[in-house]
């Protein structure tokens, strides 16, 4: 399949930044129905029993439990899609290992899926090296400029496009929230991934704010699940007074292990999504919860 979504259909002339970022999200929207429809139309014109055919690429899951893909099938369900019926979906992952993630991308490609979906940047910058044919929409994506998956929220351009979560542009934001809930915050430990692109962009973005709040960040940088214990009991040791953690598909997986951490170091936490066990002891007598999403600041 060529690109189904050429520059015309995701252009939008508003220069307000909100509108923008809303646009790319309905775009994204509109990209999975429209490729859907034109597959169901081209099957009933040509082979009815065509099924049509999605590529999703996980980062840390190909479970059918991962983050994202239960909604996603209701989601379907709802559009008339049922799994097995007039739909099939690849799921496919790297794993955890973010270096095997071309190889997979080209394995969904070699597949001659209809549609590609992943909801990572990483995986997303794997799907548009590994095709320019297939559309994309990516999901949960912090800045997919600055990633350079896009060429602009207004025009996407080329075979992809999706949804912004705007993580990064939310990182000061969520420091502001851990300063103003704890006025003497001095010191937060920032949990992230250094080889993923999206956590990498979080971490660039919340320097500035930091400095203007007069807090000092602590990098956790932790590139796989058995590291996390190394990293809080060092973070611990710094004297963090509160924990970040950085939207990406490594912490979403870990969530319990990274909620259970700080818990048990009696750290306050700002998470980025609400799927995160959101418990974190300040002390033996109260407990208290931070945490905010993308979604409520759109």
Known sequence: MTQIFPANLLSFRSDN??????????????????????CGAVAQAQQPEKVAKIG???????SRQAPGTELFGRELRELGYVEGKNIAIE???????????????????????????TSSTSGALALKNATR???????GVGDPVAAGLIDSLARPGGNITGFTDISAALAGKRLELLKETIPKLS??????????????????????PARELGLQLHSMEVSSADKYQDAFKDATKARIGALAV???????????QIADLAMKNRLPAMYTRRE?????????????????SARAHN
């Open 17 to 38: 930044p909100k509108s923008k970022i809303e646009n790319l999200k309905w775009v994204g929207l509109l990209a999975i129905v429209v490729t859907l429809a034109m």
């Open 56 to 62: 999703w690429l996980g980062v840390s899951s190909a």
């Open 91 to 117: 799921y496919r992952s790297a794993e955890g290992k973010l270096d095997r993630l071309p190889a997979v991308a080209d394995e969904l490609v070699r597949l001659k899926v209809d549609v590609l979906l």
């Open 133 to 139: 044919t297939i559309p994309i929409v990516f999901l």
């Open 187 to 208: 010191r937060v430990g920032v949990l992230w991934n250094p080889r993923d692109p999206g956590p990498a962009q979080q971490w660039k973005e919340s320097q500035v």
């Open 246 to 256: 950085t939207e990406s598909p490594l912490t979403v997986s870990n969530r319990k």
């Open 276 to 292: 995160f066990e959101m418990r974190t002891t300040l002390n033996s007598s109260m407990s208290f919860v931070i945490g905010m």
